[in-house]
């Protein structure tokens, strides 16, 4: 069983930059493909970004795109998800995702979750 779990959340003004983690332990890190979803009140769970299991393929959401940078660190049981030029809409609880293959971006076919973290974009 893979056991998720995210950090640096936090409150930021608009234009400011966070960095979130996801510590993945319970099962060989390299084998995971891993990415990063959030929801907003009262919206669904939707796609932010993922990378495969060797750091080679990436893909971003079209909001995010240029402005979010995710990354893994070699031999570690670690993702990043950096957030620069935040807007207030990206306002949400964000989660960390890991799958066997590669991480959907249709939340409902993820296999591994974190409980999440919230960013709050102030305006």
């Known amino acids: 069983q893979v056991q998720l779990v995210e950090s640096g959340g936090g409150l930021v003004h608009t234009g400011g930059s966070l960095r979130l983690s996801c510590a993945a332990s319970?099962?060989?890190?390299?084998?995971?493909?891993m990415g990063w979803f959030r929801q907003a009140p009262r919206k669904e769970r939707e796609f932010v970004a993922r990378?495969?299991?060797?750091?080679?393929?990436?893909y971003y959401s079209d909001s995010v795109k240029g402005r979010f940078t995710i990354s893994r660190g070699d031999g570690e049981n670690t993702v990043y998800l950096e957030m620069n030029s935040l807007r207030p809409e990206d306002t949400a609880v964000y989660y960390c995702?890991?799958?066997?293959?590669?991480?959907?971006?249709?939340?409902?076919?993820?296999?591994?979750w974190g409980q999440g973290t919230q960013i709050t974009v102030s305006s």
């Open positions: 990378i495969s299991w060797t750091g080679v393929g990436i």
């Open positions: 319970g099962r060989t890190f390299s084998r995971l493909a």
């Open positions: 995702a890991a799958d066997d293959s590669t991480v959907s971006v249709i939340a409902r076919n993820v296999r591994y």
